[in-house]
């Protein structure tokens, strides 16, 4: 969104470290208010559900009387480092490119459409390796839940580097279905959809991981109240 503005800091004399320099701590910027907002909102967050699972827990098992919310300096710390690693590292690959990419390449999208179109083999190989590296821990996990919650990683990684061949092939297939059924409007918003993977990827990758872990949850929430109902029933 800002390869305009890149390019016209570089056509003023900007250098390419600077360009660096700058998005970065802006990211670092960016990442320390957005993890001191977690932080306090996560804490008011806590403080109200606590009530709810000691609730759960008292109706179901045994008595519970704590509802005190403790957090520890280190945790606050990791809390910290994790979001502004996190968001130092979101920026640093869109930060690396704009400073290889020369001034006048940085004002036109397609440049980056282009790009991602030709990275499409690589990210699916990469896809490729990462299922395949999920279905070995998956394997070898056992009772390992570190195991499991890399094999985890690794899936979501996997899936979210399909993407964009999944969209381009989707779109294909599509405009194979559609062609003869609907006007050319909708051609296009198909075409619009293929040729700005650099935004529909990221948007239709995040939906993808939201939408799995909300069904995965909600298994998880309904698979215990079964256990729990026929618990219940059978004592």
């Known amino acids: 969104?800002?390869?305009?503005?890149?390019?016209?800091?570089?056509?003023?004399?900007?250098?390419?470290?600077?360009?660096?320099?700058?998005?970065?701590?802006?990211?670092?910027?960016?990442?320390?208010?957005?993890?001191?907002?977690?932080?306090?909102?996560g804490g008011w967050l806590s403080k109200f559900l606590i009530v709810l699972v000691v609730q759960t827990v008292n109706d179901l098992y045994f008595p519970l009387n704590e509802h005190q919310i403790t957090l520890s300096f280190i945790a606050i710390g990791k809390a910290m480092l994790l979001g502004l690693v996190g968001s130092v590292f979101a920026a640093l690959i869109p930060a690396l490119e704009a400073t290889r990419v020369r001034p006048r390449e940085l004002w036109s999208h397609s440049t980056i459409e282009t790009r991602i179109v030709e990275s499409i083999p690589t990210f699916t190989l990469v896809a490729l390796a990462m299922l395949t590296i999920a279905g070995l821990l998956v394997v070898?996990?056992?009772?390992?839940?570190?195991?499991?919650?890399?094999?985890?990683?690794c899936g979501v990684i996997g899936f979210s580097f399909l993407t964009p061949?999944?969209?381009?092939?989707?779109?294909?297939?599509?405009k194979l279905f559609l062609s003869r059924r609907t006007s050319g409007l909708g051609i296009l918003a198909l075409g619009w959809v293929a040729t700005s993977l650099s935004r529909t990827t990221v948007a239709v990758a995040a939906l993808m991981v939201a939408l799995g872990g909300a069904i995965g949850v909600g298994n998880m929430i309904e698979s215990f109240r079964y256990s729990v109902d026929d618990w219940l029933k059978k004592s």
Do not use: H, K
Request: charged letters at 10%; glycine letters at 10%; proline letters at 0%.
């Open 1 to 41: 969104q800002r390869y305009a503005l890149f390019g016209i800091l570089r056509a003023l004399g900007a250098t390419r470290y600077q360009i660096l320099l700058m998005s970065l701590v802006e990211a670092l910027l960016i990442g320390g208010m957005g993890s001191v907002c977690g932080l306090v909102l």
């Open 140 to 153: 070898l996990s056992e009772d390992s839940l570190l195991i499991g919650y890399l094999a985890l990683a």
């Open 165 to 174: 061949m999944a969209i381009t092939q989707s779109v294909l297939v599509l």
